[in-house]
């Protein structure tokens, strides 16, 4: 199915990611590709549809080799019906007007009849649950519904390789179950998976090879349980710390009967709850039910519909966001959104000096927490999309706001980045950083968060210490299934 010899490759800007790669891919295995943060996993898996070279440009050495077809000589055109990619950034995969003509577009381009284009949408709207979506606009969908339609569009074309780059990052944890179950389905019908992720606590039992991949290199090559423990060792999988168990201090944030709408539709409807000085918050619920769209009003980035936000006293609306800016600090779900100068060092300065934050020691010590020195000169655009989530992370804690707002902070993060973070949460909240992170993620929620609120469709559903609400969470049939990998909403 795959076979890839001595593979070298260098982006045009010269940056050498692929350092000599040797894979070969049976047809009907599951494999996993891992590793760390900028280890070249993304790149390897452009290469399986010609991606790279076509679109991205470079330098490439050796030859990658798909059911018989060399990838330097056929387009990624050309080899859609044979090798499907899913790409961590659902955005520069979606175009179409409707969720629909975006299913429907690759059976077109395949020239499929009318006829058997409109039953494989219809049958890939069922399978991913978003029929409901169907006449919707993908850039009005949250993170986690465009994720499942970039998915279904390529599924719905049955290529016998699959590959998808971080699939489970937008997903909450009943959207990351089913795509399990999907991807089960489709490999016992005989398609090759390939799956490359960050998300290694819980293995797919099918999954038969694991490969990790670092500094462009496949060092570990082998099944699931001899290659876990290295993974634990190398810290690939986060032991995370116990959460912060201080009490909070004085009402900080007061969110009174807040309700959104957007194109006529109900967002948030009637929302209240109070986040005190210090305290340590995780906001979580399912793709689409509105934390995005609640976390922009914190900052007066959006305006309610009706309702009331408060901070400090103050009504955040009036105020408006770039009064509110040093005060509460948000890091959004899509880094590409926070991102307006030309190098990474730029980028994490404007923030500081737009609110008269001198640079300091502690300035430093968030840019080596978050290892981004190598980075300084670079464009922030053209980095991998860990590496951008870092960045906007950091861009914000410079600003030293009193408040801290995380949207997903460990999508397309590896372990040892969430361990990491985890730790610089907890350490902050003793100094009495009030934070609330949103998330899929479950886990990290856990170890960074004493209280959760849970949202569902658009209200308040739980509100309380972590473990009571998990446990009534777990007891819901609706949120059995475990945990997403990260990512969330715009709704």
Request: net charge negative; aromatic share 6%; with cysteine.
């Amino acid at each position: 199915m795959i076979r890839i010899q001595n593979l070298k490759y260098n982006y045009p800007s010269g940056e050498k990611v692929l350092a000599g790669i040797d894979l070969s891919v049976s047809s009907g295995e599951y494999m996993l590709v891992c590793g760390a943060n900028g280890s070249g996993k993304s790149t390897l898996a452009y290469t399986f549809n010609g991606l790279i070279p076509h679109h991205f440009g470079g330098t490439l050495e050796g030859s990658v080799n798909v059911s018989g077809l060399d990838t330097a000589f056929h387009p990624p055109a050309e080899l859609f019906s044979r090798a499907g990619l899913v790409l961590q950034n659902s955005d520069a995969q979606l175009f179409s007007a409707t969720v629909e003509d975006e299913l429907a577009f690759g059976l077109e381009s395949l020239g499929m009849e009318p006829e058997e284009i409109s039953a494989r949408v219809r049958k890939a709207a069922a399978e991913f649950e978003i029929e409901h979506l169907l006449s919707s606009a993908p850039s009005r969908l949250s993170g986690g519904e465009r994720k499942l339609v970039s998915i279904a569009s390529v599924l719905d074309a049955d290529p016998p390789l699959v590959v998808l780059d971080e699939p489970f990052a937008n997903l909450d944890w009943i959207g990351s179950e089913n795509l399990r179950r999907i991807l089960r389905q489709v490999h016992r019908l005989g398609t090759t998976v390939v799956v490359v992720e960050h998300v290694l606590e819980d293995f797919p039992a099918e999954v038969s090879r694991c490969v990790v991949v670092d500094q462009g290199r496949i060092i570990v090559d082998g099944p699931p349980e001899e290659v876990k423990p290295m993974l634990r060792a190398a810290r690939l999988i986060p032991c995370y710390p116990e959460p912060p168990a201080h009490a909070a201090g004085p009402p900080l944030l007061r969110v009174e009967s807040l309700k959104a709408e957007k194109e006529g539709r109900v967002i948030l409807r009637d929302v209240s709850f109070r986040i005190g000085q210090g305290e340590n918050v995780a906001l979580v619920g399912r793709n689409g039910c509105g934390k995005t769209t609640l976390v922009k009003h914190l900052n007066g980035l959006l305006k309610p519909s009706a309702g009331k936000v408060i901070y400090r006293e103050h009504d955040v609306p009036g105020r408006g966001p770039s009064r509110m800016a040093s005060l509460v600090g948000i890091s959004f779900q899509n880094p590409n959104d926070q991102f307006f100068t030309s190098s990474v060092g730029e980028e994490l300065l404007a923030g500081p000096r737009a609110v008269g934050v001198p640079r300091s020691g502690r300035f430093e010590e968030m840019v080596d927490l978050f290892q981004l020195k190598d980075f300084w000169d670079r464009s922030p655009y053209r980095l991998s999309e860990g590496e951008k989530k870092r960045v906007a992370i950091c861009s914000i804690l410079a600003m030293e706001p009193e408040m801290l707002v995380l949207d997903e902070p460990t999508a397309g993060q590896d372990g040892r980045f969430r361990e990491s973070l985890a730790v610089s949460l907890n350490r902050l909240a003793q100094t009495g950083l009030t934070t609330l992170v949103v998330t899929h993620d479950l886990e990290f929620a856990s170890a960074v968060a004493s209280r959760w609120i849970l949202l569902e469709d658009g209200v308040v559903a739980l509100d309380g210490p972590a473990a009571e609400v998990r446990r009534r969470m777990r007891a819901c049939r609706a949120y059995e299934g475990g945990q997403g990998g990260g990512g969330d909403d715009q709704a």
